[in-house]
């Protein structure tokens, strides 16, 4: 089977693309992350979109699309949103036995929603104990070098990519890194947000005055802090800070990304 094509210029593929609310999207597109194939160069049919751990499709189910892997790119687990039902059988027959079906949930992208006085009370009612930091080097490293933690920085090159194009805000225990809200992915009107508690840390709150913070400071920079929420929780959460939700939509976590034609 051929492989895919790897696109550059993306003006080509930008047209099949139209309509998506996906600042995943937008951040490829834009030349910000991510990675573009096709079909063909020339006047793509089908095309794939690959930022961070997620994976777009447009155009004509492509299986030689469906299976290509970038090839820099380690992780096994992938999360792939099919445009129609057409992509949903492909995904379905290719990744028979090592993938989940799964809902999630899109929330409005609506920039006057926020209101910044409820958003200071949250801040300012931090569990007693936490204190909020910008994520700074020191709070970097940290987050890499945890599992649950590393998704909050992880879509940057480095801790210098990050303090140039990357915004984030973590809750401390004294030294522990307790939860955190950053820019999953970026895009040229604003971030991607990326929530994540450590496990005998929640329930306090603290992801919900991460995120407070981290939408105060992207509004005070003119940015858009996009959010989609990956089950209820986190919807119900996106709410509490402003949001409304839009839509479910289907997704496929994949376990077998592996890029090999016999997937």
Sequence with gaps: MEKAVEIL???KIADLFAGWEETLIWSCLQDCMGRAYADTEEDPQSVQIVVGDFCFFAGNPSARLVRNKPDDRESEFVIMVPPSADWEDMIEDVYRGCSKKVIRYAIRK???VFDKKKLEEIVKNCPEGFSLHRID???YRRAMGESWSADLCSQFRDYEDYR???LGVAAMDRHILAAGASSYTVYKQGIEIEVDTRQDYRRKGLALCCAAQLILDCLERGMYP???AQNPASAALAEKLGYHFDKEYTAYEVYGFTG????
């Design 226 to 228: 996009s959010w989609d």
């Design 260 to 263: 090999n034609d016999e997937t």
């Design 110 to 112: 609506e920039p006057d």
């Design 164 to 166: 140039r194009r990357g």
């Design 137 to 139: 080097g020191e709070i």
């Design 9 to 11: 210029d993306k003006s």
